[in-house]
């Protein structure tokens, strides 16, 4: 008797059990009906990876479900997404198969967005959304002739963009859309804000000329600045600049300097560029030499000017030497020497009229 009793407590205390662990399975499962495509990247670059896309009804157009396009997520791939329609019930409606569906990958500061399309829900569990492509619907500001210490940056890859630790940075902005203008500037270096502010002046007229004096050292090195322009219809242009902070100890020549066009033309108008990267400003001499080891050419520099400044310096030579006679065809070899009479630098050009 007392097995049978115990037997049957047994049962009771499993099925209670059961049923507890059956309930709160269904308390925490969640229906699932999968909306997913695909947004391509714009035409000129502009990734779709991480921006948002949603779903919504025109039953209820306050009611979306919001997720990430990429590898963050759900779908995890890159330019896919996935949403899960189910979440979009709301006061006014009740998913149901058979509905119309609105995607769109919103529009965003930078002015791109991808979409709308629209889907016809089935009962498959999950729904394919034509592809999409991102695209820009705005003016965003232009930033351009973006100088440091009056030096401008060059985009190029392999160029060193060498500045001092506290520049002296200016900038053009303009916004072309009609009735636009730039309402503030942003800059940041390595993810950190050095600047963000506007000027009154600047809603007068669609293109401004901007000018800001770093208040404290940057880290030598390499460093990421960015700069943001905003404009009054709330989109924003963005340049990404990688510099080289140097400044610091005696003046050093990074990298191999140029010269060119070589061979060039003097007796045909043409002048070399003798180009070369210090890393600070220096009271230098540039001498040109020809094939026996006599000094053609003479130029001395001083610091900050070009030819002794940090950064970028581009030297002319129209093929006259320091007597006044064009030289003839040939070899010729330059050096750079350092007021110190430290040797910094060799290279050759050629003549060939």
């Given at each position: 008797?007392?097995r049978?009793?115990r037997?049957?407590l047994?049962?009771?205390i499993l099925?209670?059990?059961?049923?507890?662990?059956a309930?709160?399975?269904?308390?925490y499962?969640?229906?699932?009906h999968?909306?997913?495509?695909t947004v391509?990247?714009?035409?000129?670059?502009q990734?779709?990876?991480?921006?948002e896309?949603?779903?919504?009804?025109?039953?209820d157009?306050s009611t979306?479900?919001a997720?990430v396009?990429?590898?963050?997520?759900?779908?995890a791939q890159?330019n896919?997404?996935?949403?899960?329609?189910?979440?979009?019930e709301?006061?006014?409606?009740?998913?149901?198969?058979?509905?119309t569906?609105?995607?769109?990958?919103p529009?965003?500061?930078?002015?791109?967005?991808?979409?709308?399309v629209?889907v016809?829900?089935?009962d498959?569990?999950?729904?394919?959304?034509?592809?999409?492509t991102?695209?820009?619907l705005?003016?965003a500001?232009?930033?351009?002739?973006?100088?440091?210490d009056g030096?401008?940056?060059?985009p190029?890859?392999?160029?060193?963009?060498?500045?001092q630790p506290?520049?002296?940075?200016?900038?053009n902005?303009?916004?072309?859309?009609t009735?636009?203008f730039v309402?503030?500037?942003e800059?940041?270096?390595?993810g950190e804000?050095m600047?963000?502010?506007?000027s009154?002046?600047?809603?007068?007229?669609?293109?401004?000329t901007f000018?800001?004096?770093?208040?404290?050292?940057?880290?030598a090195g390499?460093?990421a600045?960015?700069l943001?322009?905003?404009?009054?219809?709330?989109?924003?242009?963005q340049?990404d600049?990688?510099?080289?902070?140097?400044?610091?100890?005696?003046?050093?020549?990074i990298?191999q300097?140029?010269?060119?066009?070589?061979p060039f033309?003097p007796?045909?108008?043409?002048?070399?560029?003798?180009?070369?990267?210090?890393?600070n400003n220096?009271s230098t001499?540039?001498?040109?030499?020809?094939?026996?080891?006599?000094?053609?050419?003479?130029?001395k520099?001083?610091p900050?000017?070009?030819g002794?400044?940090l950064?970028?310096?581009?030297?002319?030579?129209?093929?006259?030497?320091d007597?006044g006679?064009?030289?003839?065809?040939?070899?010729?070899?330059?050096?750079?020497i350092?007021d110190?009479?430290?040797h910094?630098?060799?290279?050759k050009?050629?003549?060939?009229?």
């Amino acid at each position: 008797m007392r097995r049978i009793i115990r037997y049957i407590l047994i049962c009771l205390i499993l099925a209670l059990a059961f049923a507890s662990s059956a309930s709160a399975a269904l308390k925490y499962f969640k229906a699932q009906h999968w909306i997913t495509g695909t947004v391509n990247d714009s035409g000129d670059g502009q990734p779709a990876d991480g921006r948002e896309v949603r779903i919504s009804s025109h039953l209820d157009p306050s009611t979306y479900e919001a997720g990430v396009i990429g590898p963050t997520g759900p779908a995890a791939q890159a330019n896919k997404y996935m949403l899960n329609a189910f979440n979009l019930e709301s006061a006014v409606f009740t998913w149901e198969a058979g509905m119309t569906l609105e995607v769109v990958s919103p529009l965003e500061p930078d002015t791109y967005a991808a979409g709308p399309v629209t889907v016809e829900t089935t009962d498959a569990g999950f729904d394919l959304v034509e592809v999409m492509t991102l695209e820009s619907l705005g003016s965003a500001p232009g930033i351009y002739n973006v100088r440091f210490d009056g030096v401008l940056y060059n985009p190029y890859p392999g160029v060193p963009n060498i500045i001092q630790p506290r520049p002296k940075l200016t900038l053009n902005a303009t916004v072309e859309e009609t009735g636009g203008f730039v309402t503030s500037i942003e800059v940041t270096v390595d993810g950190e804000g050095m600047f963000a502010g506007s000027s009154e002046s600047w809603y007068l007229t669609s293109e401004i000329t901007f000018e800001y004096d770093f208040t404290q050292d940057m880290v030598a090195g390499e460093r990421a600045i960015r700069l943001k322009a905003w404009s009054n219809f709330d989109t924003y242009g963005q340049r990404d600049l990688i510099v080289e902070v140097r400044g610091k100890g005696d003046a050093e020549i990074i990298g191999q300097p140029i010269a060119y066009p070589s061979p060039f033309r003097p007796l045909h108008g043409d002048r070399a560029i003798i180009a070369y990267n210090l890393t600070n400003n220096a009271s230098t001499t540039l001498y040109i030499y020809d094939i026996s080891g006599q000094i053609v050419l003479t130029k001395k520099f001083n610091p900050g000017e070009n030819g002794g400044r940090l950064g970028y310096n581009g030297v002319e030579w129209d093929g006259v030497t320091d007597f006044g006679f064009t030289v003839p065809n040939g070899m010729y070899v330059f050096m750079v020497i350092s007021d110190r009479n430290r040797h910094l630098a060799t290279g050759k050009l050629v003549v060939l009229d």
